[in-house]
Nanobody
Framework: QVQLVQSGGGSVQAGGSLRLSCAAP????????MSWYRQAPGKQRELVAT???????NYADFVKGRFTISRDNAKKAVYLQMNSLKPEDTAVYYC????????WGRGTQVTVSS
């Protein structure tokens, strides 16, 4: 059974940093690209960052230069380091992987106060 187990997040003031983690113990982790999405209240879920199997990263324009996605294949985990956080980064963040079907983490709240 595929489970994406998220941790991290919380509340921080603008300019601060947070780190999100997502573990995927039930899959052959190294074979799959991993992504982070977010959903703010009243808005659609949006892609934040993706890391390929080779470790190449792609970012949404609104986080470029501030967020870093990384992966540890030995730990079967993906991370999102978020720096220089802004109030508009406030959202629930989700880990995502696409196998034959889509799998989502349960989400973790990130709140950035001004």
């Amino acid at each position: 059974q595929v489970q994406l187990v998220q941790s991290g997040g919380g509340s921080v003031q603008a300019g601060g940093s947070l780190r999100l983690s997502c573990a995927a113990p039930g899959i052959t982790f190294s074979l799959y690209a991993m992504s982070w999405y977010r959903q703010a209240p009243g808005k659609q879920r949006e892609l934040v960052a993706t890391i390929t199997t080779s470790g190449s990263a792609n970012y949404a324009d609104f986080v470029k230069g501030r967020f870093t996605i990384s992966r540890d294949n030995a730990k079967k985990a993906v991370y999102l380091q978020m720096n220089s956080l802004k109030p508009e980064d406030t959202a629930v963040y989700y880990c995502f992987v696409k196998l034959r079907v889509d799998y989502w983490g349960r989400g973790t709240q990130v709140t950035v106060s001004s």
